[in-house]
């Protein structure tokens, strides 16, 4: 079973810059199409960027298109996720997962969940 272990969280403020890591075990890494989900106090987890298997294709959500940048390293088996312009509605537990769709379209993550990386984002 793949494992995903996130890091690269902390607390920054508003307009500021992080960059997440996500390392997976396992050697079918670069199979997958990989995203990032986050989930802020009192909401559910919710979709933000996706890549594809090799990396050359990308999608993102309306609330951080233009600044946040998804790529994979599939040598390192590694996505990131590079967050600039950081708001304080960024402020989340950010996690990675392996995407599938259901059948309304929806990307879900069918990996088990990591223990994700905190960002909070100060005004």
């Known amino acids: 079973q793949v494992q995903l272990v996130e890091s690269g969280g902390g607390l920054v403020q508003a307009g500021g810059s992080l960059r997440l890591s996500c390392a997976a075990s396992?050697?079918?890494?670069?199979?997958?199409?990989m995203g990032w989900f986050r989930q802020a106090p009192g909401k559910e987890r919710e979709f933000v960027a996706r890549?594809?298997?090799?990396?050359?294709?990308?999608y993102y959500e309306d609330s951080v298109k233009g600044r946040f940048t998804i790529s994979r390293d599939n040598a390192k088996n590694t996505v990131y996720l590079q967050m600039n312009s950081l708001k304080p509605e960024d402020t989340a537990v950010y996690y990675c997962n392996a995407v599938n769709y259901d059948w309304a379209g929806k990307p879900f993550g069918f990996l088990s969940w990591g223990q994700g990386t905190q960002v909070t984002v100060s005004s």
């Open positions: 890549i594809s298997r090799s990396g050359s294709s990308t």
């Open positions: 396992g050697r079918t890494f670069s199979n997958y199409i």
